[in-house]
T-cell receptor, first 113, second 112 residues
Framework: ETGVTQSPTHLIKTRGQQVTLRCSSQ?????VSWYQQALGQGPQFIFQ???????GRGNFPPRFSGLQFPNYSSELNVNALELDDSALYLC????????????FGQGTRLTVV | QQQVKQSPQSLIVQKGGISIINCAYE??????FPWYQQFPGKGPALLIA?????SEKKEGRFTISFNKSAKQFSLHIMDSQPGDSATYFC???????????FGSGTRLLVRP
């Protein structure tokens, strides 16, 4: 177990709806990154938060947004859901004493119908 | 330049055999290269990682070989076991950023 927890584990939404995914980072880690993993592919970087500020963004549209809270937990929000947003969404925490390593949660499986 | 190319896409190995997965990169600014193991329905788990100042790193049955001049690195799984059956991802990162660039994955099946 990595100590990174994500909720919910599974979610089904309708096209056009909005969704919020949550992540609790590992104790002592101040950086949270979010990744999208489509079926059969490697994870793709969405964005990263460091001490409550966005600190890098991948090639994702603005309808993907996030937040990081003072306890370093994080949310990923996706507006106007599209069918192609169906994927496993992964949260990774890093920083603290183990600066280089990123530890992933189990992911949230989002299905858009 | 941001890509990491991984091969093969799938691999079948007999129990006790050696599994070899290869990755190549272009961006010489990458300076941290981890390998992740992912089981179905789970998040990727860090397996082993290497920096380019080292040509080889071994942890138990897992070894990373790194060729800086060729911009290639590989994962060797010795004495492969059925429990090693999973998808393996190589990745790369610049130390100035936490952003990981992942390969496309290799689905490994170890037959009993």
């Amino acid at each position: 177990e990595t100590g990174v927890t994500q909720s919910p584990t599974h979610l089904i939404k309708t096209r056009g709806q909005q969704v919020t995914l949550r992540c609790s980072s590992q104790s002592g880690h101040n950086t949270v990154s979010w990744y999208q993993q489509a079926l059969g592919q490697g994870p793709q970087f969405i964005f990263q938060y460091y001490r409550e500020e966005e600190n890098g963004r991948g090639n994702f549209p603005p309808r993907f947004s996030g937040l990081q809270f003072p306890n370093y937990s994080s949310e990923l929000n996706v507006n106007a859901l599209e069918l192609d947003d169906s994927a496993l969404y992964l949260c990774a925490s890093s920083g603290g004493g183990s600066r280089t390593e990123a530890f992933f949660g189990q992911g949230t499986r989002l299905t858009v119908v | 330049q941001q890509q990491v190319k991984q091969s093969p896409q799938s691999l079948i190995v007999q129990k006790g055999g050696i599994s070899i997965i290869n990755c190549a990169y272009e961006n010489t600014a990458f300076d941290y290269f981890p390998w992740y193991q992912q089981f179905p329905g789970k998040g990727p788990a860090l397996l082993i990682a290497i920096r380019p100042d080292v040509s080889e790193k071994k942890e138990g049955r897992f070894t990373i070989s790194f060729n800086k001049s060729a911009k290639q690195f590989s994962l060797h799984i010795m004495d492969s076991q059925p429990g090693d059956s999973a998808t393996y991802f190589c990745a790369a990162r610049m130390d100035s950023s936490y952003k990981l660039i992942f390969g496309s994955g290799t689905r490994l099946l170890v037959r009993p």
